[in-house]
Nanobody
């Protein structure tokens, strides 16, 4: 089954750190940029960060300097290292990637199932 499996969310105090992981199952990452998004209660889903196949990164202004996106082709996994967390970072975090099925070679975009990050003040 082709899917993205997220892990690493949780409850942390302000100023703390978390690392989110997003692993591709039954597939491999295509050469498209991949990224992280988040959705706070009552808010629309917003973009957080992306990383290109060449390793170039872009970040939303709200997380720049605190979050780091990375990818490991060998492990078919991408990460989001979150430092200096603030209560405003509380949200469900989703990864998004273009995956190529190992069965039929067809690429398609997928979302992870989401992982809750809660930052207490």
């Amino acid at each position: 089954q082709v899917r993205l499996v997220e892990s690493g969310g949780g409850l942390v105090q302000a100023g703390g750190s978390l690392r989110l992981s997003c692993a591709a199952s039954g597939s491999t990452f295509s050469r498209n940029a991949i990224g992280w998004y988040r959705q706070a209660p009552g808010q629309q889903r917003e973009w957080v960060a992306t990383i290109s196949s060449g390793g170039s990164t872009n970040y939303a202004d709200s997380v720049k300097g605190r979050f780091t996106i990375s990818r490991d082709y060998a492990k078919n996994t991408m990460y989001l290292q979150m430092n200096s967390l603030e209560p405003e970072d509380t949200a469900v975090y989703y990864c998004k990637a273009s995956l190529i099925s190992v069965v039929n070679g067809i690429p398609a975009w997928y979302w992870g199932q989401g992982t809750q990050v809660t930052v207490s003040s």
